[in-house]
């Protein structure tokens, strides 16, 4: 059953794109929007961009253009399809909202919090705009956060806020800043508490109703479009859950996604799912965009702090610790983790963090081949296989668990 919050979605995306007039910043997806929204700017994200080639199954025409441009096969296929777009000269935005092309920038921003692949992408596409390109780069990969790296962050956002006035011309109003980042703040605990629907048993939406409701927070946040959209969607989530709905008839097993969405696979994926009574109710991709530290009294510490805490730019421990949390919260009989090629950044299968699951939280793991846009690294057969065998293994240990405690 579609949820009615993804068809009035459908005119929220047409009424923001329709809207993108310059000035325009684009900005990476967990980067500091916040601060170009209250500068004046429209603001543009190049990663949607690529998720809607990957889930148009357009990626892999664009994907062999960036290749001849000199893009690798192996790096980030957001990237590689979007320049490869861009190359062609056309966008699904056309066809789907009457955009001649994607929007130009009169500023590019982005933040390594999530890769460094975004400077290099960002950066590209400066150069071709001849736009003002400012990056922040916040420490990587950390377990304790401390004052001194929010002061760095603080000190970047500064340079992007200066550099954002000589553009658009005109200072930053601080109290702009402190309202967009109360509706930032106020969108992040909606979507929050849209995603936590699913902690009950049945759940009412699975990972694949929530990679698409997480648009507004991911290209709307810090607007009151978003806090309308997601207060919607609580409500008819709830409603959901009060008549026991389950988004997966006869919900069995319980999974937790870890790692990027396989854009081009969404539906065939979300059908194997349902086919085996199995729902994904919790994931760390959607958990990406709760930003529970956002304070409009301290913007820019809070901002700093928010956007540097986020899971990617942890160490394995924190990782560890946050997905223990999760798979506790959301009653988790096995976690699928997607090592995805062309995105080590969001693939934690390779350092041993699925060994650690099944031996220090004691719950089920299995890792799968495939990609975000990149269609050529994932194997459906294979993959059905392995997911469908896996699935099996989880109801057989539950029942045998529930024969056990009825003996
Ligand atoms: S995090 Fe991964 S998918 Fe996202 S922009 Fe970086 S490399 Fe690409």
């Known amino acids: 059953m579609a949820l009615k919050s993804q068809v009035v979605l459908k005119d929220i995306l047409k009424t923001y794109f329709g809207s993108l007039k310059a000035p325009i910043a684009w ?17 543009y994200f190049p990663e949607n961009h690529g998720a809607l080639l990957g889930a148009s199954r357009l990626a892999g025409k664009y994907i062999p253009k960036a290749h001849q441009a000199g893009f690798s096969g192996e790096i980030c296929s957001y990237l590689t399809a979007d320049i490869g777009a861009w190359i062609a000269g056309e966008t699904p935005l056309t066809a789907l909202y009457g955009l001649k092309s994607i929007p130009h920038p009169d500023l590019i921003v982005f933040n390594t ?5 975004v400077d290099e992408w960002f950066s590209y596409f400066g150069r071709e705009f001849d736009c003002p390109v400012v990056g922040v ?33 005109k200072k930053l109003d601080y109290e702009r800043l402190k309202e967009v980042l109360r509706l930032s703040r106020d969108g992040s605990r909606l979507w929050k508490k849209v995603l936590d629907t699913a902690q009950k048993k049945p759940s009412p939406l699975t990972f694949f109703d929530g990679v698409i409701l997480m648009a507004p927070i991911v290209i709307l946040r810090g607007t009151q479009t978003c806090i309308d959209f997601y207060e919607e969607a609580l409500e008819e989530l709830t409603a959901l859950v009060d008549q026991k709905f389950g988004a997966v008839p ?24 349902i086919n085996n009574q199995a729902t994904i109710v919790a ?5 990406s965009w709760i930003f529970d530290d956002f304070d409009p009294e301290q913007p820019l510490a809070s901002m700093a702090r928010a956007y540097t805490q ?15 949390q999760m798979l506790d919260e959301f009653n988790i009989d096995g ?15 390779r350092f041993g963090l699925p060994k650690r699951i099944r031996e220090e939280v004691g719950v089920d793991t299995l890792s799968i081949d495939g990609d975000l846009n990149d269609l050529r690294f994932f194997s459906d057969g294979q993959s059905r296989t392995r997911l469908e065998t896996f699935i099996e293994q989880l109801k057989a240990k539950k029942q045998d668990a529930g024969r056990k405690s009825n003996v």
């Open 250 to 273: 006869d919900e069995q097993v319980r999974i937790y996604w870890e790692g990027m969405p396989i854009w081009g696979r969404l539906r065939s994926m979300s059908e194997l799912f």
């Open 335 to 349: 976690v699928i983790f997607h090592d995805c090629k062309t995105c080590f950044n969001n693939t934690n299968s």
């Open 137 to 169: 780069y916040p420490p990587r990969y950390l377990e304790e956060i401390g004052q001194h790296d929010i002061d760095n962050v603080v000190v970047q956002f500064q340079k992007v806020i200066a550099v954002g006035e000589k553009v658009i011309g």
């Open 27 to 43: 900005c990476t997806s967990v980067g500091p929007a916040e601060i170009l929204r209250a500068l004046g700017f429209e603001v």
């Open 113 to 117: 919090n999530q890769c460094r692949e």
């Open 310 to 324: 986020i899971f990617i730019n942890r160490g394995e421990e924190t990782k560890l610790a946050m997905m223990r």
């Open 283 to 287: 994931s760390t991709y959607c958990n």
